[in-house]
């Protein structure tokens, strides 16, 4: 089973895939959809989750801020923050968060 730091690192590297795939699609700029990874912990978690660029904006704006599948919450390092039926957003709480903010890319 992985640490708590494994997970988180994982998490992490999900995130800054996602934003690459935000930029490279310029979904942002057409409002259209896009496909990006659930940021979970699971390193062999590929399943991908549609939303639009400004939704995925909106979790972005918080560096302990994460989207992933339901069944996909790590509870021994973050809480549910917003449900909907495809993805939840979730937040890293203690050592967790503080090891989001340290790797939050620069905006």
């Given at each position: 089973?992985p ?12 995130r ?7 930029e490279l ?22 399943v ?25 919450v ?34």
């Open positions: 089973m640490s708590r730091k494994e997970l988180v690192r994982t998490e992490i590297l999900f800054e895939v996602n934003e690459h795939i935000v699609t310029d979904a942002g700029q057409t409002g259209e959809p896009v496909i990006l990874l659930c940021e979970c912990g699971r390193p062999d978690c590929l991908q989750i549609e939303v639009t660029a400004a939704v995925y904006a909106a979790v972005r704006e918080h560096a302990t801020y994460f989207i992933v599948l339901p069944g996909h790590a509870p021994e390092i973050e809480r549910v923050v917003h449900r909907e039926d495809r993805y939840l957003v979730v937040e890293k709480v203690g050592s967790a968060g503080e090891l989001a903010r340290e790797h939050e890319p620069e905006g």
